[in-house]
T-cell receptor, first 113, second 114 residues
Framework: GESVGLHLPTLSVQEGDNSIINCAYS??????FIWYKQESGKGPQFIID?????DKRQGQRVTVLLNKTVKHLSLQIAATQPGDSAVYFC????????????FGKGTSLLVTP | DAGVIQSPRHEVTEMGQEVTLRCKPI?????LFWYRQTMMRGLELLIY????????DSGMPEDRFSAKMPNASFSTLKIQPSEPRDSAVYFC????????????FGQGTRLTVV
């Protein structure tokens, strides 16, 4: 069935380096792709979204890239900080799902000093 | 606003008992979602409401699960009878308006059924 998945379950980066978290999706009818961050013991928190008719969107220290040809989504975090350590989820929604968020499995990002 | 408020934060119950999880969404949000999170299955959407009306409950795993939203400021998720495989973290989230990508999640309820 339609799903959102991730390439890697864990990623370890050094403080100050850039991080890239990848996600594959299968639902071509999605309207939006979204990244959420979940810190230990907390609920997921919205980071950034991108509409399906765009290929790049930048936020504060984060950039999301969308490649619809290969159905791939990535989140780039510049100058990764210890506070960025968390689990990152990609998600999608669209009119066909009533705009309910459909989440992938998550990637754990560990920032080492 | 205090955000989405869930209670209890932790619940330990015996198999066969009834469990009720509670959620207070952010005031003014039209949509309320219940998710379940496990290591094996990740974040699963169980049910969501729009203006207190259940829209899609296809994610509810069994008839043992039921959810209600009697008013705009309160929702419950009930499991009766509970089973060990129901052990998970249950999240409630709310969002504002159709097509909104930013859902605000509560802290979750960690349910353990022994």
């Amino acid at each position: 069935g339609e799903s959102v998945g991730l390439h890697l379950p864990t990623l370890s980066v050094q403080e100050g380096d850039n991080s890239i978290i990848n996600c594959a999706y299968s639902n071509s009818a999605s309207d939006y792709f979204i990244w959420y961050k979940q810190e230990s013991g907390k609920g997921p928190q919205f980071i950034i979204d991108i509409r399906s008719n765009m290929d790049k969107r930048q936020g504060q220290r984060v950039t999301v890239l969308l490649n619809k040809t290969v159905k791939h989504l990535s989140l780039q975090i510049a100058a990764t900080q210890p506070g960025d350590s968390a689990v990152y989820f990609c998600a999608e929604n669209g009119e066909n799902s009533g705009y309910a968020l459909n989440f992938g499995k998550g990637t754990s990002l560990l920032v080492t000093p | 606003d205090a955000g989405v408020i869930q209670s209890p934060r932790h619940e330990v119950t015996e198999m066969g008992q009834e469990v009720t999880l509670r959620c207070k969404p952010i005031s003014g949000h039209d949509y309320l979602f219940w998710y379940r999170q496990t290591m094996m299955r990740g974040l699963e959407l169980l049910i969501y409401f729009n203006n207190n009306v259940p829209i899609d409950d296809s994610g509810m795993p069994e008839d043992r699960f039921s959810a209600k939203m009697p008013n705009a400021s309160f929702s419950t998720l009930k499991i009766q009878p509970s089973e060990p495989r129901d052990s998970a973290v249950y999240f409630c989230a709310s969002s504002l308006g159709w097509g909104n990508t930013e859902a605000f999640f509560g802290q979750g309820t960690r349910l353990t059924v022994v």
